[in-house]
């Protein structure tokens, strides 16, 4: 989608020029950017960080709000419009370097806000940047009619194993009865927006998805970049990070899910995505047809997990089943250790992208990661970093306090890992454990205060994996489902109410006194619950004995 291609948008009934002052509506740029900081963009200084974020929030509100600015940024829109469109991509020799190319970073931005919600589906045209990623589709391909079906009675994002090619509209029909009843279509699973310029090298453009909402019965859709095609039906909101106040969140153990209700979608002007559903999905058809079909990106999963990835990783996959059944293990045994039920309202999802926009991969819907984390999905062997993030979604607020966000989720990657594989991961090993104890403990008192200490990820995890070793899992299970069973209002709220909270329902788990041991590893704890722990037998750890030498 070129900027010279969109000059003309629809906007209130009227129509708006890009560039010319066929509407004049003079603006103040307090809100995001200086007269003076959009004429150095226009000149091609260079900008510092925070020039550069006050001149891509103006760009990005005026092509939201139709170009009616005059002045400088009349001009800055009209440079724009002289300068190519990037190519961004995966490949080295296509990355893109933001604060060095400031002008096409801008033109991007504005690109951006056309493509993502702007301009309908019939202005829409293929980005230059959409073969690069999400990917190609062979020329050889002719888009044609599909249809597909959908659970009606399900939550989230449904897939349809179909695709969109870029720059195309798509014609998507539904049943009369669900017109306006809340569905929504979203081309592309890449949902997350890269924000620039905290990152400062692109693997791939910043906004490739598209969401419309379905309100007749036929709706016209297209992205600039193609994508996936889901349904996004209706689904009950948790009410913060960790904390939820929904039943279907808040479940322990057993879920009893809707009847199904099948309903039939039409597609027109769609290709074949490859997509094995676990427990459905003929292997045999899969091998002879399915793992070929010519969309870029794919999806192998069952009820419980789905994974969203290029489809080059799936082409010679002969084995998709005997993956599933392996990560659909890890999801049980972190069912099993929080207490939530082995069957889900929904199944994670997990999305294999070019850019991750935060850390090394972060949990959400989807979970985001990189590319190099695809092949360990396809051969079904979980890695640490895998069941990391999957932890994240078996979190509770209750028993995560004092900096612990990044550590307790590494309590399920421990347990689930352990499980799978018949033995502890090399990170929970006896001799892991003491280690990052010794660590730890070797640190004076002050510098081991849990609410203020700093990373030391691993070191704290040993507190409980310790805990794991020397009482077995079962006291883990036992607290969760505590937790789980805990209306919110009891819920303990500040960090050290939280940890004392912990201490007490641990040590009963247990039938050991832990307030030494929570004391010595610096967590702050509260009078009361050592007081109260006080009259259950001393724990007179082996592991701790080492660890202290």
């Known amino acids: ?296 990106y794919a999806e192998i999963g069952s009820d419980k997990v789905i994974f969203t990835l290029p489809s080059k990783f799936i082409r010679r996959l002969d084995t998709p089943d005997l993956a599933m059944e392996k990560w659909d293990a890890l999801i049980d045994a972190m069912s099993e250790l929080s207490g939530r039920p082995e069957t889900k309202p929904f199944p994670h999802r997990f999305l294999i992208d070019a850019h991750v926009n935060w850390g090394a991969a972060f949990a959400g819907y989807p979970i985001n990661a990189p590319h190099g984390w695809a092949e360990a999905i396809v051969r079904g062997e979980p890695e640490w970093g895998h069941a990391h993030e999957l932890g994240h979604l078996h979190q509770h607020r209750a028993w995560t306090y004092q900096r612990t966000g990044e550590v307790t989720v590494n309590i399920f990657a421990a347990y689930a890992l352990e499980k799978i594989n018949g033995r502890p991961h090399q990170r929970a090993t006896r001799e892991a454990v003491i280690e990052n104890a010794q660590r730890y403990l070797s640190r004076p008192i002050e510098e081991r205060n849990w609410m203020t200490v700093n990373g030391a990820l691993f070191e704290r995890l040993a507190f409980y994996t310790m805990l794991s070793h020397e009482f077995g899992w079962e006291p883990f299970k036992q607290v969760y489902r505590e937790y789980r069973q805990l209306p919110l209002d009891e819920h303990p709220k500040s960090d050290v109410d939280r940890a004392s909270d912990f201490l007490v329902r641990m040590s009963r788990a247990t039938n050991h006194n832990l307030g030494p041991y929570f004391t010595e590893w610096g967590v702050q704890v509260n009078d009361a619950a050592l007081d109260e722990v006080k009259p259950l037998p001393t724990w007179d750890s082996p592991m701790m004995k080492e660890a202290r030498k």
């Open 1 to 296: 989608m070129l900027i010279h291609d969109c000059c003309r948008i629809c906007l209130k009934g009227k129509r708006v020029l890009l560039g010319l002052p066929i509407i004049l509506f003079f603006v103040s740029f307090s809100f995001a950017a200086t007269e003076v900081e959009i004429e150095k963009a226009i000149q091609g200084e260079k900008l510092t960080e925070d020039e550069f974020v006050s001149v891509k929030k103006a760009v990005a509100k005026e092509a939201r709000s139709g170009f009616r600015s005059s002045g400088a940024m009349r001009q800055l829109i009209s440079k724009l419009k002289e300068v190519p469109a990037v190519e961004i991509g995966p490949e080295k020799e296509n990355q893109f370097r933001v604060l060095d190319h400031p002008m096409s970073a801008f033109r991007m931005i504005v690109e951006a806000e056309l493509a993502g919600s702007v301009l309908p589906p019939d202005q829409l045209k293929k980005h230059p940047s959409a073969d690069n990623f999400p990917g190609a589709i062979h020329r050889a391909i002719k888009p044609e009619v599909q249809f597909c079906e959908i659970d009606a009675n399900a939550y989230r994002w449904q897939s349809t194993g179909l695709y969109a090619p870029p720059g195309e509209v798509v014609h998507v029909m539904i049943p009369e009865e669900y017109v306006d009843a809340g569905w929504k279509l979203r081309i592309g699973a890449n949902s997350t927006t890269i924000d620039i310029p905290r990152h400062k090298k692109l693997n791939r453009f910043p906004k490739i998805d598209r969401v419309y909402e379905l309100k007749k019965r036929t709706t016209e859709v297209a992205c600039s970049f193609g994508g996936l095609l889901y349904i996004e039906l209706p689904t009950p909101k948790s009410k913060t990070f960790l904390t939820k106040n929904s039943d279907i969140y808040d479940l322990v153990d057993h879920y009893d899910a809707p009847p199904k209700r099948l309903v039939k979608l039409r597609f027109a002007n769609v290709v074949q995505a490859p997509r094995y559903v676990h427990g459905e999905t003929n292997v045999q058809e899969w091998r002879a047809a399915v793992r070929s079909y010519p969309a870029p």
